[in-house]
């Protein structure tokens, strides 16, 4: 049996007399192998036809140790375009094929360091990504071709250094980069960015669990850049955001996620004009929120949680097009929930509030919800006894989600809002018993909605 127009191969355990029945002259352009014997077996098929091979996946090759020790298969390949090893612990040398354009390296325990020809500025590499390889210490020459456009590092123990060509140097036209994505997760051994700035034409910034790299700073965000996206997470060196991230106009999304060191934003608050999402999340020393927020006006959603340090929100008030404000668990705000000032919210629909230990009824028979508010959910509510009449004023209202508020147990004589589709209970235990079927109190002001979810008293 022969297949001479098969395009694409997966192969995981064969012998050579099998592959060797399939594969003639073939016009393949994809190939996924495992192991370095079936590697080997695919000799006699691909070098035939060299020039048509585009992607090459390689995994669990134990005994691989660098491209050359594969065989005449890949000294003869010339055309791939994608390479993707996998689960090499050996390892240690890539090589390089002259037309490359997406390199993933995964698994590879002894890989210590790239080719150099991935350095070259005339180097066709528009995607590298490097994913738990320990040994992996710093980049050959420091450059990056200037063709790349998304660079993703994680879990690289090792790694103490970045490319000096990530940054861009001041009135430098040499080596302009072209990068757009930058992702650096897990690496505990970097200190410092390379000096200079991020390229203006950066628009994704991801930096996760790089618990000792130094924090942004006004030298290195490009005026007017092309920033879109900024994702913070556990980073216990930025106490301040720059004054400079202001002038990323184009962000739409910042998330700071356990910053455990952050406690201000910029004096000058925070002004994006196209910021659509914030995300507070675990920066346990903030003290405040950014009082001008209410000029981010194109701001839709906003979670603000365990942050201990907050007592209080902006007397100014929130951004006034919110769709979505998420509240979790900051535990130390004692202000009045009158003094929240969400009824200004004309256009939110989804409210989560949970982890506010002083409000006993909800809403606040003084306290105004927005009526434009279709889901809701609060939990951690510890001394809430009641929800009051208030929370029949939101006819839009459709989901209504209730959870770990011990001491509730009335719901509004009114009853519910009348257009509710889903109302659920979870770990309220005395509400439960009010709204069990059939001889609950509340079960004739409830049996009527679509959707019930209470937990059963064996529970």
């Not at 952050?262 to 009082?291: A, H, M, V, W």
């Not at 769709?323 to 202000?335: F, P, R, V």
Request: some cysteine; charged content about 20%; hydrophobic content about 40%.
């Amino acid at each position: 049996m022969s297949l001479p127009s098969l395009n694409e191969l997966n192969v995981e355990d064969s012998n050579e007399e099998l592959l060797g029945s399939i594969l003639g002259p073939s016009s393949l352009t994809a190939v996924t192998t495992k192991g370095l014997p079936v590697l080997q077996h695919l000799q006699n098929g691909v070098v035939r036809s060299p020039g048509a091979l585009r992607v090459l996946s390689i995994s669990s090759c134990i005994g691989l140790t660098s491209l050359q020790a594969a065989g005449d298969i890949l000294l003869n390949i010339t055309a791939v375009e994608h390479l993707k090893i996998k689960n090499c612990s050996r390892f240690s040398e890539t090589g390089f094929f002259p037309m490359l354009k997406h390199l993933t390296l995964k698994d590879c325990q002894s890989l210590k360091f790239l080719p150099s020809a991935i350095t070259m500025l005339s180097c066709p590499l528009e995607e590298l990504e490097i994913e738990d390889c320990p040994a992996l210490t710093f980049f050959a020459n420091g450059r990056l071709p200037t063709a790349l456009r998304r660079l993703k590092i994680r879990f690289c123990e090792a790694l103490v250094s970045l490319p000096q060509g990530l940054m861009q140097i001041d009135n430098s036209t040499s080596n302009v980069s072209h990068l757009e994505n930058l992702e650096i997760i897990g690496c505990p051994s970097l200190i410092s960015f390379p000096e200079g700035k991020f390229p203006s034409s950066l628009k994704i910034l991801k930096i996760w669990r790089c618990f000792r790299l130094e924090p942004l700073s006004d030298t290195m965000l490009p005026k007017n850049g092309s920033l879109e996206l900024i994702s913070v997470f556990n980073c216990s060196t930025m106490t301040c955001l720059p004054e400079c991230i202001n002038c990323l106009t184009h962000l739409t999304e910042l998330n700071l996620h356990k910053c455990t060191a952050l406690k201000y934003f910029p004096e000058t608050g925070l002004q994006f004009p196209n910021l659509r999402k914030l995300d507070i999340y675990e920066c346990r020393s903030l003290k405040s929120l950014p009082d001008q927020m209410l000029s981010l006006t194109s701001l839709h959603y906003l979670t603000i949680g365990e942050c201990p340090g907050l007592v209080s929100f902006p007397k100014a008030g929130w951004p006034p097009n919110l769709l979505a404000l998420k509240i979790w668990n900051c535990e130390n705000l004692k202000q009045p929930l009158l003094e929240w000032n969400l009824y200004d919210l004309a256009s939110l629909s989804d409210l989560t509030i949970a982890g506010a230990p002083d409000i006993v009824s909800f809403p606040d028979e003084m306290c105004l919800l927005p009526t434009s508010l279709m889901s809701m959910y609060i939990s951690r509510l510890h001394n809430l006894r009641s929800l009051s009449v208030r929370l029949c004023d939101l006819t839009l209202l459709k989901e209504l989600e209730i959870s770990m508020c011990p001491k509730l147990q009335c719901l509004p004589k009114e009853g519910l809002p009348a257009d509710l589709g889903r109302f659920c209970i979870r770990d309220c235990q005395l509400l439960k018993l009010h709204c069990l079927e059939g001889k609950g109190a509340y079960w004739p002001m409830i049996s009527h909605i679509p959707c019930l979810e209470i937990e059963s008293t064996d529970d």
